[in-house]
């Protein structure tokens, strides 16, 4: 367990320097350009999610993977950054915008300007979800709808990158893909904080029954742990929020 920690702890940690290196507006870095932090847990979970797919094929790392770590969580930055409102809402959409502008930077400087469709058709999904969530109508759209455009869809596309960097078999990249969407989805459950405690364990069993496909079909399958890992984490999320409110 420490040795796929540590693969996921370094990698992380370089995708955080790249962005710490090639992000400086006057003076500030990126994580001080936002107004508002946001928890390193929740800024590497999708991240996480790509690395994760990815170590279950491939034992070694490059500069593209580290860089599209980098870029999974500069997307998840950006839409967090435009939905805060703040003294000054207008700063934090310019700051959004920049840092959307520097995801297809990065895709050009690294040579991975394949990737441009299926990411801008993501980011289009979450920006939907977020439309629709300031919208008046609460019937038609509801709170899961909103969330699995919101969160899903970038769970979904990390763990699809991550199977296709490592040159996956075609059924674990399918398999993953409804991992990274289903943890996606709890994870913006958990964060919305209305969601049942019983209807995020039934995801939670769905995505247990995915990665039980995927066990079959990797060589490294010590490296599922990490998955079930994240699971558990979730898990006791909800039962921790849960107790709270009893």
Request: proline letters at 2%.
């Amino acid at each position: 367990m420490a040795t796929i920690m540590n693969f996921l702890d370094n990698q992380l940690t370089l995708a955080d320097q790249i962005m710490l290196n090639d992000f400086n507006i006057k003076n500030k870095c990126i994580w001080e350009l936002s107004q508002f932090k946001i928890e390193n847990k929740k800024r590497h979970f999708y991240p996480s999610l790509f690395l994760l797919s990815y170590s279950l094929f491939k034992r070694e790392s490059n500069v593209k993977v580290i860089s599209m770590a980098a870029i999974i969580q500069l997307i998840y930055l950006a839409s967090e950054i435009h939905k805060y409102e703040g003294d000054n809402p207008e700063y934090p959409v310019l700051v959004g915008d920049y840092i959307y502008a520097m995801f297809f930077q990065y895709l050009c400087k690294y040579d991975m300007i394949e990737w441009l469709a299926p990411l801008s058709q993501t980011i289009s999904v979450m920006h939907l979800g977020s439309m629709e969530r300031f919208e008046s109508n609460p019937v038609k759209n509801s709170i899961l709808n909103i969330i699995s455009k919101e969160n899903a869809a970038l769970g979904e596309i990390s763990c699809f990158l991550g199977a296709n960097f490592a040159n996956a078999p075609a059924r674990a990249v399918n398999s993953l893909k409804e991992i990274g969407y289903i943890l996606g989805l709890i994870f913006g459950l958990l964060d919305d904080k209305r969601a049942s405690v019983s209807k995020i364990l039934n995801y939670i069993e769905e995505a247990e029954e995915h990665i039980s496909i995927v066990s079959s079909l990797s060589n490294n399958k010590e490296k599922i742990t990490n998955f079930q890992q994240m699971i558990n984490s979730l898990k006791s999320s909800i039962l921790e929020v849960n107790s709270k409110v009893c």
